[in-house]
């Protein structure tokens, strides 16, 4: 497996993801995508609608980034959304506390009060990695950030940590307008900001970054009638259990379906979406054994939930969580009833109840990063590194090329390439060795390159060439549309 320093340099040098602000000397914890970063992003974004959205007909909306004080204070982020933080007394430098504290002493942290953490810092001399000065007692440090709107000063909102809280203030507008009766989810795509102490490990912990979030709203009295649980039931998960955290065990690999049955998962609905985000991720290139269901400690749980599981991604610098799935119960539409004094009940069973929210929440950024180092393909004999990208989210899905740019080949290789594009992104390209134009699409993890030779002059015929066995087939042109689609499905 490559390491983050090269895939961070790959990803500039070929177009997927560079620093923000970079020509002026970048922005700490903001990244911008490329065009092929873009791409490969939205592709992502669409095949998490197709596989999760579709399937349960799941509703999307896109709410505001920028909210009231009222909105925040109401779901508790402006309170309760905090980390610990310690300052060096000497240079200055701001250090997340339980991070810092974690590296140096190995010791699990997550829950400690700031006196505790403060004690341990103390005990263990722990002092600033940076200039070896003495550090400050830990306090603890609100992750909103903050605006103010219009000309009034004092005005302030603030950017959303999450794209939840726009589905729960909308909850009633959006199951009036739609119709909708329990269960029923409602999901968002869209960029969060978290002001994080210490931005790290490359797009992992960054300030702003993409999240897909599903809102499953459910009957609390149903929460184990999940329709299209029989149809990922005997799935098997990965499930790094409370216990086994405890006592340094390893994952129990069981089916969704024996996961319930045995208290390991409280309810089908978790379940249900524990055991697609498996399949869903297994798709994106993503191996089993490198993917596992941390059941969140009691102490790191956030405040809006009644148990965590976190599906991680093995990287190269370890586990890492990609998908936060929360069981929030009422919290969110109780607490925004409150206070708002709007009613956010919903008829059910001639009944009049609060429903309870189970919430996959997706990173976009974490999926790319765990997509792009899965996929990278370190490749002596070929002589260039590619990635080896599932067909449905690679940037390009085809490159065209006439054999040389004479005798018509080049008009009749254009032509091709705009059939195509009708359909796929195809890109174009004639210029350097054939060789080398196959390296360069390969490096971009492009999965069928397509020749325009002589003999596609007299039989309309082209070869088209497999990135991944390097194979080459003759084909009628008039047969390739099909042939991709089917390769793609
Ligand atoms: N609405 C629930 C929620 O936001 P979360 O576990 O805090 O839950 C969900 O975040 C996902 O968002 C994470 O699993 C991760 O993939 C992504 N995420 C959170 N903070 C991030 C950050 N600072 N940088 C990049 N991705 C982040």
């Given at each position: 497996?490559?390491?983050?320093?090269?895939?961070?340099?790959?990803?500039?040098?070929?177009?997927?993801?560079?620093?923000?602000?970079?020509?002026?000397?970048?922005?700490?914890?903001?990244?911008?995508?490329?065009?092929?970063?873009?791409?490969?992003?939205?592709?992502?974004?669409?095949?998490?609608?197709?596989?999760?959205?579709?399937?349960?007909?799941?509703?999307?909306?896109?709410?505001?980034?920028?909210?009231s004080e009222a909105v925040f204070k109401a779901s508790g982020h402006l309170d309760s959304?905090?980390?610990?933080?310690?300052?060096?007394?000497?240079?200055?430098?701001?250090?997340?506390?339980?991070?810092?504290?974690?590296?140096?002493?190995?010791?699990?942290?997550?829950?400690?009060?700031?006196?505790?953490?403060?004690?341990?810092?103390?005990?263990?001399?722990?002092?600033?990695?940076?200039?070896?000065?003495?550090?400050?007692?830990?306090?603890?440090?609100?992750?909103?950030?903050?605006?103010?709107?219009?000309?009034?000063?004092?005005?302030?909102?603030?950017?959303?940590?999450?794209?939840?809280?726009?589905?729960?203030?909308?909850?009633?507008?959006?199951?009036?307008?739609?119709?909708?009766?329990?269960?029923?989810?409602?999901?968002?795509?869209?960029?969060?900001?978290?002001?994080?102490?210490?931005?790290?490990?490359?797009?992992?912990?960054?300030?702003?970054?993409?999240?897909?979030?599903?809102?499953?709203?459910?009957?609390?009295?149903?929460i184990n009638e999940c329709p299209n649980f029989s149809k990922v039931s005997k799935e098997?998960?990965?499930?790094?259990?409370?216990?086994?955290?405890?006592?340094?065990?390893?994952?129990?690999?069981?089916?969704?379906?024996?996961?319930?049955?045995?208290?390991?998962?409280?309810?089908?609905?978790?379940?249900?979406?524990?055991?697609?985000?498996?399949?869903?991720?297994?798709?994106?290139?993503?191996?089993?054994?490198?993917?596992?269901?941390?059941?969140?400690?009691?102490?790191?749980?956030?405040?809006?939930?009644?148990?965590?599981?976190?599906?991680?991604?093995?990287?190269?610098?370890?586990?890492?969580?990609?998908?936060?799935?929360?069981?929030?119960?009422?919290?969110?539409?109780?607490?925004?009833?409150?206070?708002?004094?709007?009613?956010?009940?919903?008829?059910?069973?001639?009944?009049?109840?609060?429903?309870?929210?189970?919430?996959?929440?997706?990173?976009?950024?974490?999926?790319?990063?765990?997509?792009?180092?899965?996929?990278?393909?370190?490749?002596?004999?070929?002589?260039?590194?590619?990635?080896?990208?599932?067909?449905?989210?690679?940037?390009?899905?085809?490159?065209?090329?006439?054999?040389?740019?004479?005798?018509?080949?080049?008009?009749?290789?254009?032509?091709?390439?705009?059939?195509?594009?009708?359909?796929?992104?195809?890109?174009?390209?004639?210029?350097?060795?054939?060789?080398?134009?196959?390296?360069?699409?390969?490096?971009?993890?492009?999965?069928?390159?397509?020749?325009?030779?002589?003999?596609?002059?007299?039989?309309?015929?082209?070869?088209?060439?497999?990135?991944?066995?390097?194979?080459?087939?003759?084909?009628?042109?008039?047969?390739?549309?099909?042939?991709?689609?089917?390769?793609?499905?």
């Amino acid at each position: 497996m490559a390491d983050m320093d090269k895939i961070e340099r790959i990803a500039k040098m070929r177009g997927f993801i560079i620093p923000s602000s970079e020509i002026y000397g970048g922005l700490s914890g903001f990244y911008d995508f490329g065009h092929l970063g873009f791409k490969l992003k939205t592709k992502i974004e669409n095949s998490w609608r197709d596989f999760f959205l579709k399937s349960d007909d799941i509703l999307e909306i896109s709410s505001s980034i920028i909210s009231s004080e009222a909105v925040f204070k109401a779901s508790g982020h402006l309170d309760s959304f905090v980390d610990p933080i310690t300052q060096c007394n000497k240079c200055k430098t701001m250090f997340r506390a339980d991070t810092m504290i974690e590296e140096k002493t190995g010791k699990f942290v997550e829950g400690l009060s700031v006196k505790e953490l403060t004690k341990i810092i103390k005990e263990e001399k722990i002092k600033c990695p940076k200039c070896k000065g003495e550090l400050a007692d830990v306090k603890v440090f609100n992750l909103m950030l903050k605006t103010t709107v219009g000309p009034v000063e004092g005005n302030i909102a603030y950017l959303r940590p999450e794209t939840a809280q726009g589905i729960f203030t909308n909850f009633s507008f959006i199951a009036r307008s739609a119709r909708a009766k329990l269960p029923f989810g409602v999901a968002q795509v869209g960029s969060s900001y978290r002001n994080e102490i210490s931005p790290r490990q490359w797009i992992i912990r960054i300030r702003e970054f993409n999240q897909m979030e599903i809102e499953m709203f459910v009957n609390p009295k149903k929460i184990n009638e999940c329709p299209n649980f029989s149809k990922v039931s005997k799935e098997k998960l990965r499930i790094l259990t409370q216990e086994a955290q405890k006592e340094k065990k390893d994952v129990v690999e069981i089916t969704a379906e024996d996961a319930v049955k045995k208290g390991i998962i409280p309810n089908k609905w978790m379940a249900y979406f524990l055991a697609k985000q498996m399949i869903w991720y297994q798709k994106l290139g993503i191996p089993f054994e490198s993917l596992r269901h941390r059941h969140m400690l009691p102490e790191e749980t956030p405040h809006y939930s009644k148990g965590n599981f976190d599906l991680e991604i093995k990287f190269d610098f370890g586990w890492k969580e990609v998908i936060g799935n929360a069981y929030r119960t009422d919290f969110d539409l109780k607490t925004h009833s409150k206070n708002s004094g709007k009613d956010m009940s919903i008829i059910d069973d001639n009944e009049k109840i609060v429903p309870h929210v189970i919430e996959p929440s997706f990173g976009i950024e974490r999926a790319v990063y765990g997509i792009l180092l899965n996929c990278f393909v370190e490749d002596k004999k070929r002589g260039w590194d590619w990635f080896k990208f599932p067909a449905n989210i690679a940037p390009y899905t085809v490159c065209v090329f006439p054999l040389v740019k004479k005798d018509g080949l080049d008009e009749k290789a254009r032509e091709v390439h705009e059939m195509l594009k009708k359909h796929f992104d195809s890109f174009y390209d004639n210029s350097g060795s054939i060789g080398r134009r196959y390296a360069r699409a390969d490096e971009i993890g492009t999965p069928f390159c397509i020749t325009i030779d002589y003999d596609t002059m007299k039989d309309n015929t082209v070869t088209i060439r497999d990135r991944d066995t390097t194979k080459q087939e003759r084909i009628k042109i008039n047969d390739l549309t099909e042939f991709l689609k089917n390769k793609i499905a």
